[in-house]
């Protein structure tokens, strides 16, 4: 055999071993003969530059790097369904067919995947072009995308001119939960669920992202063929089938009732299926007939699609632990047993505060009823009652911290109970992780599991420990090495020289965000002026409430928060504002807001302004500077317009008050 030989039949085999092992699950392959085999064709692709083909296996690996995604104007648009939500609903759709149809009719009964829509082009049996549904008339260019998916054949058996399938890309559950434990791992964020997952991927510019990502797809329609004429739907799903398509599970019924039946079954039989379903498709079989009763603006007529209600399940409570947050809030979580639900296996649920478990009495031991209503905590809607095991006995939240042992505390103003100890280990790693956020000290390179790393060896306590680090120890730690350590200390130095208001942030004081650090730094101008400040004081500055100004306090005068800025202190850690000082920046300038400002309310907006210097007032007159304008600005507007005064947007305001 010459190696033009050895290259096609190379491809043939790796096909057929694809359509085997992605379509039919029935694998005959092994995965090393397959990637053995997959490096040679490529070896002989790359010598044989004139043999490339796209419908080669070895274009499924992606690598292919997109700039952005062409649009496509969907040849037949890509329609959404109607919803029905009972069988009385779902009978009413059948008499509105039958009215229009006569008595005769029959169904088809699918599985509705939770994922994407696509149309797959073929020309000639080859598959050309992939688009996403986007609004049914215009999609975007995923093809590199969806060639990386092994269960979608780049080559038909039969080359009709033009023929154009539909389908459901989605993420098998088990390789989204996968991802999930990955990403968890790395630190990353997590997916909601298997639908986002999919969409994220197949949206990936980098194809080979795309394929790691192991996307199926389950193809339910044609919506052009040139060159064959078909009579029934079951019949192009028959077709589809003989061109290797995968095709969706279905079930072909002759009353509504059997379709019912098949609904239920469906639904019962939800977790076997590898994709989650939101619901089951009804779809009239007889195309003939489709085409009599049309579509309305939005969906066709001959179709209806059953959603099935959140999935529940019942469950055990084996245990409630509480995990302490960087605020030092105590959350209540259930660990259950381990169930099925919505394509994961849960194995806790939220129980959100003390008043959650108290109203609901749930208690350790108890059958409850879990459910996933598609994002990914599962929460606990009801208890059994009737199943309640003997001797169990209401929950309370501990009153020490789990972790730390300090008293707990709850919230003047709220539901919360927190750890009041301010050396609490539980908050050492997240006050970490928040210190060096990307908003708060943006310290490159020091994300959760580098925090975690350094505790584990002792190597920080709290933030101030940070700037202590040399770039040897830090090298020793896993995953790290002499270039991410030298990086990590480049940029904790270089962190040193952060606004006031950055730091202020990043000491995780309750009640102060990034707006309110901004405020105070504005307002102080460093942060010694700020230590002394009194209570009185701080609650005198607009836009900071008496909790706030409490709370500020409060964390000012523990001996910890001291400790911790001396030490930064000592470190050389800026404690100025790098913003213009308060009073001169806007001093002499009179501002009247009108209309509704997107980012900043107007209090808010009145603050900043202040905090500048300026002055705001309520009427416009020949004294105001500026006039900033929102949203639906109304007669203050054509004011300072009759009166010559600068108008400006929100926009124009925030980054005058940036300089
Ligand atoms: P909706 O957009 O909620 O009205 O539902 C319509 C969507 O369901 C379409 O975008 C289809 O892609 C999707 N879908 C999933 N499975 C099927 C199926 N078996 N038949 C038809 N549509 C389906």
Redesign the pocket.
């Known amino acids: 055999m010459d190696e033009r030989e050895e290259l096609e039949a190379l491809r043939r085999e790796l096909e057929q071993a694809n359509y085997e092992y992605y379509v039919l699950d029935n694998p005959t392959m092994t995965d090393y003969d397959f990637d053995h085999k997959l490096r040679r064709l490529e070896e002989l692709e790359a010598k044989h530059p004139d043999l490339a083909s796209p419908d080669s296996p070895t274009q499924r690996v992606g690598g292919k790097v997109a700039e952005g995604f062409a649009e496509v104007v969907h040849r037949v648009p ?6 029905v939500f009972s069988l009385k609903e779902l009978t009413e759709f059948d008499q509105r067919v039958r009215e229009a149809l006569g008595e005769e009719i029959e169904y088809d009964v ?9 149309a797959l082009e073929y020309e000639n049996g080859l598959f050309v072009r992939g688009a996403t ?1 986007g609004d ?1 008339q215009v999609g975007e260019d995923v093809t590199e995308n969806l060639r990386t998916i092994r269960s979608i054949p780049l080559r038909l058996s039969e080359a009709l001119p033009s023929l154009i399938v ?3 890309v989605y993420m098998p559950k088990k390789v989204f939960e996968d991802l999930n434990a990955q990403l968890e791992l790395q630190g990353k964020s997590l997916f909601a669920n298997p639908r986002n997952a999919a969409a994220g991927s197949l949206r990936q510019h980098d194809s080979k992202v795309a394929a790691a990502r192991k996307l199926d797809i ?1 193809v ?2 044609i919506q052009w063929a040139e060159g064959r004429t078909f009579r029934t739907h079951t019949e192009t799903l028959d077709y589809l089938a003989s061109q290797r398509f995968k095709v ?1 599970p ?1 079930k072909t019924c002759t009353t509504i009732a059997q379709a019912g039946e098949a609904i239920a079954r469906m639904g019962d039989g939800r977790e076997e299926y590898p994709f989650d ?5 009804v ?1 009239l079989n007889d195309l003939a007939g489709r085409e009599r009763l049309g579509s309305t603006a ?2 066709p007529r001959w ?1 209806a ?1 059953y959603k099935y209600p959140p999935e529940r399940k019942p469950s055990k409570v084996l245990d409630i632990v509480v995990q302490v947050g960087r605020t030092g809030v105590l959350t209540p979580k259930a660990v259950v047993e381990p169930v099925r639900l919505a394509g994961t296996t849960v194995t806790s649920a939220t129980l959100h505060n003390q008043d959650f478990i108290t109203e609901k009495d749930i208690r350790i031991g108890d059958t409850v009823l879990v459910q996933k209503a598609g994002e990914i905590i599962p929460e606990i809607v009801a208890v059994e009652r009737d199943k309640r095991p003997e001797g169990t006995v209401p929950y309370h939240l501990p009153d020490r911290c789990p972790v730390c042992g300090a008293p707990v505390a709850r919230d003047e103003d709220g539901a919360h109970i927190r750890c009041t100890g301010a050396e609490c280990p539980a908050q050492r790693l997240r006050h970490l992780v928040h210190f060096a956020s990307r908003d708060a000290m943006d310290i490159e390179g020091l994300g959760p599991a580098v925090v975690e790393n350094l505790l584990e060896a002792g190597l920080v306590q709290s933030p101030g420990d940070l700037y202590a680090l040399k770039a040897e120890d830090v090298a020793e730690l896993e995953r790290m090495g002499k270039k991410s350590a030298e990086n990590l200390i480049a940029a904790l130095e270089k962190s040193k020289g952060n606004d006031l208001s950055r730091l202020l942030f990043a000491f995780g004081i309750r009640q102060v965000g990034q707006k309110a650090g901004k405020i105070l730094a504005a307002h102080f101008g460093d942060l010694d002026s700020l230590m002394a400040a009194s209570e009185e004081a701080l609650t005198a500055i607009p836009d900071i409430g008496a909790i706030t100004a409490h709370s500020i306090a409060a964390w000012f005068q523990s001996p910890q928060s001291r400790h911790l800025i001396e030490s930064l202190r000592a470190a050389g850690v800026n404690f100025k504002s790098l913003e213009a000082p308060a009073g001169e920046a806007l001093a002499g300038k009179t501002f009247v807001l009108t209309g509704t400002l997107e980012h900043l309310g107007r209090k808010e907006a009145a603050a900043l302004i202040e905090a500048q210097g300026g002055k705001v007032s309520g009427s416009v007159s020949k004294k105001t500077s500026y006039v900033v304008a929102g949203e639906a600005a109304g007669s203050k507007l054509q004011k300072a317009r009759e009166l010559g005064i600068p108008v400006l947007t929100e926009g124009e305001l925030l980054s005058m008050l940036e300089r």
């Open positions: 890509l329609e959404s369904l109607q919803d699918e599985p509705k995947v939770d994922g994407l829509s696509v549904r049914g539909r389908g459901e389950q339910f329609n969706i279905h379903i939101d619901g089951a498709v779809k939005k969906f179709a699609a």
